[in-house]
């Protein structure tokens, strides 16, 4: 079976992209908590990006993730 992994957010001009895998959340809620727009909140037994426009790519999310689910990408 093939992992469900989903782009939640691309910044064009920083050339990245912030990448979640489903099955590594534990829903923990760490990302949220320090996500600097409120932007990631947990709805429906996963993780949602509530304006996927509004994303910075600080990376705050990927790095308080215990279970390494977000990520941020580099893109060419």
Do not use: W
Not at 8 to 36: I, N, W
Not at 41 to 56: A, G, L, M, S, Y
Not at 66 to 74: F, H, M, Q, S, T
């Amino acid at each position: 079976m093939q992992r469900e992994i989903v782009v939640f957010a691309e910044s064009e001009r920083l050339k990245k992209v912030l990448v979640y895998d489903k099955e590594l959340c534990g829903l923990c809620e760490a990302c949220g908590a320090v996500c600097p727009k409120g932007l990631l909140i947990v709805r429906d037994h996963q993780i949602v990006i509530t304006d996927p426009n509004e994303c910075i790519m600080c990376g705050f999310c990927a790095t308080a993730c215990p279970v390494g689910a977000l990520r941020i990408e580099e893109r060419s």
